[in-house]
């Protein structure tokens, strides 16, 4: 079953909200498990949404210092991989 549009368009705004918000619980909430993460600094995966949270919270500073104010998208195109990938937003 593929994600409808508006499913994709709340995952992306609560997604962006968190961010915004500086809020790492909330946005490795979104995440499964391992959640994989790959940068210049550390690439590998990360068991526990503490572990995810504190890895995010890490890029806060930077985002203060570049002015973060908000984070927006602009879903253009969706294409479903498998039917067994989800999101599920309550």
């Known amino acids: 079953m593929a994600l409808d549009r ?3 368009d709340r995952y992306l705004t609560a997604y962006g909200n968190s961010l915004a918000e500086f809020d ?3 946005a490795t909430a979104l995440w ?6 790959v940068n210049a600094e550390f690439a590998g995966s990360l068991s526990s949404r503490a572990d995810m949270a504190a890895g995010l919270s890490q890029s806060y500073p930077l ?7 908000g984070v927006a ?3 253009l ?4 991989l ?9």
């Open 73 to 75: 998208h602009e879903l």
């Open 77 to 80: 195109e969706s294409v479903a």
């Open 24 to 26: 790492a619980d909330a």
């Open 6 to 8: 508006d499913t994709i």
């Open 32 to 37: 499964g498990l391992p959640g994989t993460i």
């Open 63 to 69: 985002y203060r210092q570049l002015g973060l104010a």
């Open 82 to 90: 498998t039917d067994r990938l989800g999101v599920d937003l309550g």
